[in-house]
């Protein structure tokens, strides 16, 4: 029976697509090889957030290449997949003239039946790309635009996997909480994937792209939905964004005691100038209400982040504001990134005035500092 093998870098999104290749391959009757050093296929899922993350997936090809060759046994095939596909498939295969294989991320597909190594808890994606361009972000680029799976597909798996006995899952989504709106057709802004010439005006404008749902937004219903099952005891979703955090999600994520009271709610910044850079469309005050109205609703709930410093033309001052915001939040945990220019976003094109590297890590020693240590001592224990 052949084997293959899967490396996955990245987030949970790349994880839960790896389920999903996994089980690709295994109705194709191979088997999994308990190490990329003893396999006939090697599937490398790749991240593209970072540069870093796009240097690491290249390292691994290396070293897999080297190891057959010092071993002395014929190269498994590699295949290559995920996020690093946005350089497209010429300049990828120049890149890392090892790989044998493109699996494009789109073929990877919602319906096929994952491989789950955890019995109890389980990674569902609800939707799949991103309309927000985020102007420092690939994701939009490298994930195409949202897509949401239909309330049937998803009450299905759930359905199944209830069936085979599991109690916790987690929905994940770029925007997990935009889930169904771009269906409504309401309020969906204009794209510009493909222009040359990029000026600040011709960004999308973020809060605009989908207008407040009239009645319950289709993300409550699914939650709805899903809480139905006596079987689930917990659900959790990844990540959500502050813009379609409406009022109708707030309550149901206080009183709906089936939903984890850890809430993920990525701020990227705690300067309303820099946000507006970053086109996240919303301010810092927008971000407390909500916040507030969460953790006012019931004082269990806890938030974490993730936070960009050094974001281009980020001034001391712009980064105190950060500092500050992150000592008035008190999250329970910051995901600190430094900022990576990514070729290909509006970032990159726009600004240029880059923060040296040994300011961003000062500010990530600051920032990461401040929220997973120090904030320690007065934060609420999750429950
Ligand atoms: N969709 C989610 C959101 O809007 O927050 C997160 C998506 S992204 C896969 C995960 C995190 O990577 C982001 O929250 C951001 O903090 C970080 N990130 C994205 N682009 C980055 C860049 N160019 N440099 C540094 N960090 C970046
Ligand atoms: Fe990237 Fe922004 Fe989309 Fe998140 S919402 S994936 S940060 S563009």
């Given amino acids: 029976m052949k084997k293959y093998f899967i490396h996955t870098f990245g987030c949970q999104s790349n994880k839960s697509d790896s389920e999903r290749i996994a089980g690709d391959y295994e109705a194709r009757g191979y088997q999994p090889a308990k190490s990329w050093e003893d396999t006939d296929e090697v599937v490398v899922n790749t991240c593209a957030i970072r ?3 796009e240097d690491r997936a290249r390292a691994f090809v290396l070293k897999v290449v080297k190891h057959y060759k010092d071993k002395k046994l014929p190269k498994p095939k590699i295949i290559f ?38 019995k109890k808890h389980a990674w569902i994606p609800i939707s799949a790309g991103c309309n927000s361009f985020c102007t420092y972000c690939i994701v939009p680029y490298s994930r195409g635009r949202e897509q949401s799976r239909s309330m049937e597909e998803i009450i299905k798996e759930v359905k199944d996997l209830v069936e085979k006995g599991y109690s916790e899952i987690t929905l994940l989504g770029q925007n997990v909480n935009s889930w169904g709106l771009e269906k409504l057709g309401i309020g969906l802004r ?3 994937m493909s222009q040359d010439e990029f000026t600040r005006e011709m960004i999308p404008d973020n809060q605009s792209q989908y207008l407040k749902p009239k009645g319950t937004p289709p993300f409550v ?11 689930i005891k917990i659900i959790r979703f990844l990540s959500s964004n502050p813009w379609d955090f409406h009022d109708e999600l707030i309550n149901e994520v206080v009183n709906n005691k089936k939903i984890d009271r850890y809430v993920h709610l990525p701020v990227q910044s705690g300067s309303n100038t820099v946000l507006e850079r970053m086109n996240r469309g919303y301010t810092t005050q927008d971000y407390e209400k909500v916040a507030n109205k969460l953790m006012k609703g ?3 709930i806890v938030l974490g982040t993730d936070i960009i410093v050094g974001f281009p ?17 008190n999250w329970q945990v910051g995901f600190v990134a430094m900022y990576s220019p990514r070729p290909g976003t509006a970032a990159f094109k726009l600004y240029k005035e880059e923060i040296p590297y040994k300011i961003r890590k000062n500010r990530w020693e600051i920032l990461d500092k401040i929220i997973n240590k120090d904030n320690l001592k007065t934060r609420p224990k999750v429950v």
């Fill in 51 to 53: 540069k870093s993350a």
């Fill in 190 to 192: 204009k794209m510009l």
């Fill in 221 to 231: 219903k699914l939650l709805r939905e899903i809480s139905k099952f006596p079987e």
């Fill in 313 to 329: 033309g980020e001034t001391n001052e712009e980064f105190e504001e950060t500092v500050e915001f992150a000592k008035r939040m």
């Fill in 298 to 300: 019931d004082p269990n």
């Fill in 81 to 118: 997949t995920g996020c690093m596909l946005h350089h497209g498939k010429n300049k990828i295969m120049d890149m890392v003239v090892d790989i044998d294989e493109i699996l494009p991320v789109n073929e990877v597909g919602f319906n096929q039946s994952a491989v789950r190594r955890d």
